[in-house]
């Protein structure tokens, strides 16, 4: 079994900086890809970025490219998400999740195939 708990989401101002943590624990971690998804008040939750089991390859849905950035640490079981130039339209609850996939699979594998964490919120103002 995998859990994830993420932190650091909160109320920031547009054009402010915030960064997300989301530390695994249970199952081979490293061998997982991982992944930031966010979900808006009245929408589906969708990718934000993901990032294979090495940290060298990285996806980023295109809203965000440039602003955020994906990383991880095996050693400590965490993944993060940079986010800067933050808009009010990045406001949502962000969940991490973990599976092993490729860091490419479709957004139905990841909703049928990794582990979840709970969500943090993210706040944008304008």
């Known amino acids: 079994q995998v859990q994830l708990v993420e932190s650091g989401g909160g109320l920031v101002q547009a054009g402010g900086s915030l960064r997300l943590s989301c530390a695994a624990s249970g199952r081979t971690f490293s061998s997982y890809a991982m992944g930031w998804f966010r979900q808006a008040p009245g929408k589906e939750r969708v990718f934000v970025a993901t990032?294979?089991?090495?940290?060298?390859?990285?996806y980023y849905t295109g809203s965000v490219k440039g602003r955020f950035t994906i990383s991880r640490d095996n050693a400590k079981n965490t993944v993060y998400l940079q986010m800067n130039s933050l808009k009010p339209e990045d406001t949502a609850v962000y969940y991490c999740?973990?599976?092993?996939?490729?860091?490419?699979?479709?957004?139905?594998?990841?909703?049928?195939?990794?582990?979840w964490g709970q969500g943090t919120q993210v706040t944008v103002s304008s």
């Open positions: 999740a973990t599976a092993e996939l490729s860091y490419l699979a479709s957004l139905s594998r990841w909703y049928s195939d990794a582990y």
């Open positions: 990032i294979d089991w090495s940290g060298v390859n990285t």
